[in-house]
DNA sequence: GAAATTTTATTTGTCAGACATTTAAAAGTC
DNA sequence: GACTTTTAAATGTCTGACAAATAAAATTTC
């Protein structure tokens, strides 16, 4: 692991990248620990403030954690789905609404992606997941329900859905295309009907899982996204003869 | 913007966590610019070094940008999906490394969203996208090559065929699941008649994106998917034979 | 001799102050 | 007015110090 002293910057960076390398390579494995925040300095040469810069940049990521004490230290952290999950709900989030992607566009991927998982999903669902989705269609049922309790209950059907194909890595690359649309889904306002109309394909999704028929699971899926673009569209011509 | 006084240990992080919120709640827009670490410290009565360790953790996850020099300072950057990318790569192989993923689970994933790309890449694909992948076909071909070349190659057309959807929340959500899987096909050895087969899945593939038939692109992915959990079964096999 | 207690050493977390470097704006010069 | 110089503000880095946590070693107690 070296750096460049020739670049008097950016030092923390290149710590970082150096230590990360070493990680993605395999030098360092999981629960190794690093050398102290003193021999790092001296080993690269600068300020241990700056290899602390370089440590927080790893810790932000989840590649190590630190702990305190006698035989404490930087250890390189075993990278949880759970972990990645969040990180990844956050990025998709900032993504969307920092490009200026569109509700088309997205709504797109997302349910490409989830049609993707339904013919697995359908193989291979838990009891448990799918009580998950019946316990969400009751409560999207309910009278009283503010829209942002709607869009909520609807995420967490959808990630029962995504669950249910019981790969993780499938959850995962998906739990941001899910979340990160709530922020979108949130400026809709949904009518009593619109939610019976959504209601009845979440329930014809579920049939279709529960039956373990994946096409017709894909096939509600592609109703719901018809339907779900309607309603946008519907928002979005509004605001624009409102405005 | 707050910090918990009470919890004097991890102020960097709840630094970081309170612009962080700020920045996806909005109240912090695109190009905004943060004040000076000198303000920071005083805002949250800690030491500059403190913050400038929470604001290393934002940099880390490219939430904002810093410039030297007066009226420089930290910045909102705007997330930027090539920015996105990187970072979901080095998660996703993480991910699969650390957690034992089967080679099973990491491909299944992958060509479950790779075929939902399909008929959106055959339906939009543009000539520069075909001729990428029609020349990483060619240099599929090319005698000589290395087996890490030839798995390059293959994400390169991967790659193409994802990016021919033109939907730029599919191409970043399966960045991961695409390249991650590279350090998996690296360890299977390309005899010179698995790669005539993979190369005629390619072309096969290739064909149907050019004539936009969708439908053919998924069943020549379905076939790809056959061929390349065949490929690594032997491997495995071969492995606890010698073993 | 074993158990409980105290001490010690190590390591991270934070702070304060200093200087170097970069950079844009202000001031000065021709 | 255009060019040069100065200045001020900001980040990047360094040094040295102390606080707090923690495990191991040393000591005391029974």
Redesign the interface.
Known sequence: MKIDPNNP?DL??QI?SAI?DA??A?DLI?DARLPSEAELAEQFQVSR?TV???L??????S?IRTQ?GASGGAFVN????ED?YS??V??????????A?SFD??C???Y??E???AP?SAARRSADQLATMRAEIFRQGQPGLTDEAFCASDVAFHRALVDSAH????S???A??VEAMQPLMNMITFTARDRQTILALHSRIADAIETGSGSDAVAGLAALEEETRKLARDVFTRRRTKA
């Open positions: 910057a923390s960076a970082a990360r990680i993605v395999g999981v403030a602390r810069e370089g927080k940049r790893l810790a932000a990521q590649l305190r075993r990278l949880s789905f990645a990180q990844q956050t990025t998709s989030t900032l993504l969307l609404s920092m490009n992607v566009t997205a797109e991927a997302r490409a992606l049609r993707a998982c697995l790969n993780p890595v499938l995962y690359q998906l941001g295309a």
